[in-house]
DNA sequence: TGAGAAACGAGAGCAGTGCTCTCGTTTGTC
DNA sequence: GACAAACGAGAGCACTGCTCTCGTTTCTCA
């Protein structure tokens, strides 16, 4: 597996890679690993480890569950049946119905980084078109065999639900792996940080230290929705009777994105 | 308000207005009205008319409802409580909550539908990118006034529903104003509808008779893609810290398709 | 006009949910 | 070994969608 290169200098702190060492993303990976958040307390002791256990045991049958019957079908009363323990021990683990389903969130989001981490670092850095299909295509694969976790992260927000911060981080790996595959040679020493366009992304340009332009930020992002806006729609129903291969569709789209944004050369 | 113009022949069924009279789409508008689904039993009797007020009582209820809480915390207990009737008395208007729900669905494909049609209707027909200006930022605004009706159209469908036949006729009003506006001047008597392409499109293909090319028909769905891509990031919460101004961003990216899809002309 | 049928509203009830509180037990720590 | 923290189990509360029954109202048709 080849890594994708880090452009500490021309792309600040957008490391696609975990081991990447620059001087920010230690502290961003480290808080992506909710599977050891529960693990805090007593560190190496028989109960620590018991529940650490029983709480992966939790998030397995909570993600089981889910994928048959969707997340707001998600009963925490059905999980603790499951495992055999009574309806009030659950909140042993987690506090709430929203904090179980955060931390499903958190592991979402995670999967789907990784996979697309791996998909895009499989391809040669040269061939940034080659590296956006396979980033592309890794998306689309993991959102259908995971449409329940898709409409999780990507769909609509369960009501009354916030993110939390611990989300954001393991939220923008895809999208950061999306941007840093985009932007790549697209760096400036300077780039301009006024204008209108540049105000309305003010989080993207202060995130990348101006070291791009908002036209390929701006570029950037709509890549980012349109491939959203198609897998959103293929899995939501709306290509129904109309979009027949919604793969076919995808990978033409793709190209067509790659060469729109990329340049038609390798 | 100025009707968009009736290509009966080079865009086969793909009236924009209400008022269109091609064979096809009487029926189809008819069957979008659901509001006045419920008034079937007894014509202009008493009982009937109580009954359509009071469905519509529901209905208005559970869109309050909705509009604060959102779909999946919609309660007919609640409602029923609103209303100042016994909880089972609901199920003698909605045989159950899907039903309801289903109901308020293509209500909303409706009112988003009109909404997006009287805008574009409302732009000179000549000025094409104008329109379709006019109908993207329509239809933020709909989905920004109401977010929860967008989320139960566009967002994560709720889990084990099935979208019934009623909906879909209501649901294809959006994409045909677009598809028509953007395809204006673009059909030819024969297109190609042999390929990859037209094979992935082939429910498209079919509906437009093959007077439309894959190529542009591929291109429409592509920008129907990037702008509920666009809503749905923004409204779900992934532009948050990295979009600062998604008003700003939405109209530059908007003018980007327009010259994309449409050329640079007017 | 009056009888039968259909529609209706109200209430009780069932099975399920998230969540809280209490109580006795187990485990870790000083 | 004492004390505190963590734990599992159970009862219980308020809520949900939905069903069934029963008495009343309204419509229909002879």
Redesign the interface.
């Known amino acids: 597996m080849i890594d994708l290169e880090h452009k500490s200098k021309s792309i600040a702190h957008i490391c696609v890679v975990r081991s990447c060492n620059c001087l920010d993303c230690p502290s961003r990976w480290a808080a992506m690993a909710s599977t050891e958040r529960n693990e805090s307390a007593g560190a190496g002791g028989v109960r620590a480890r018991v529940r650490a256990e029983l709480t992966a045991e939790i998030k397995a049958a909570a993600t089981r569950q889910m994928a048959e019957?969707?997340?707001?079908?998600l009963s925490l009363r059905a999980i603790t049946r499951e495992l055999g323990m009574a309806s009030s021990a659950i909140y042993r683990y987690f506090a709430s119905r929203d904090e179980l389903l955060t931390a499903l969130i958190i592991d979402a989001y995670n999967d789907v980084g990784v996979t697309v981490e791996n998909a895009a670092a499989s391809v040669p850095a040269g061939d940034r078109p080659g590296r956006f299909l396979a980033l592309a295509v890794a998306l689309r694969s993991w959102a259908i065999e995971h449409p329940?976790q898709y409409?999780?992260i990507?769909?609509?927000?369960?009501?009354?639900y916030v993110?939390p911060e611990d989300t954001?981080a393991s939220?923008t790996r895809v999208?950061v792996v999306l941007l840093s595959l985009l932007l790549e040679g697209e760096t400036e020493d300077s780039a301009d940080q006024e204008g209108?366009?540049a105000?309305?992304?003010?989080?993207?340009v202060d995130?990348t230290e101006g070291t791009i332009s908002p036209d390929a930020l701006?570029l950037g992002?709509?890549t980012?929705?349109?491939?959203?806006?198609?897998l959103?729609?293929e899995l939501?129903?709306?290509f129904?009777?109309?979009?027949?291969?919604?793969e076919?569709?995808f990978i033409?789209?793709v190209e067509?994105m790659a060469a729109?944004v990329l340049g038609d050369d390798g």
Do not use: C, K, M, Q
């Open positions: 019957s969707g997340a707001s079908a329940n409409a999780l990507y769909g609509s927000p369960v009501p009354g993110a954001i939220a999208p209108e366009l105000d309305a992304l003010r989080g993207l995130f701006a992002v709509e980012w929705a349109e491939l959203f806006g198609l959103s729609l939501f129903g709306h129904e009777n109309t979009v027949t291969d919604p076919r569709f033409h789209a067509s729109r």
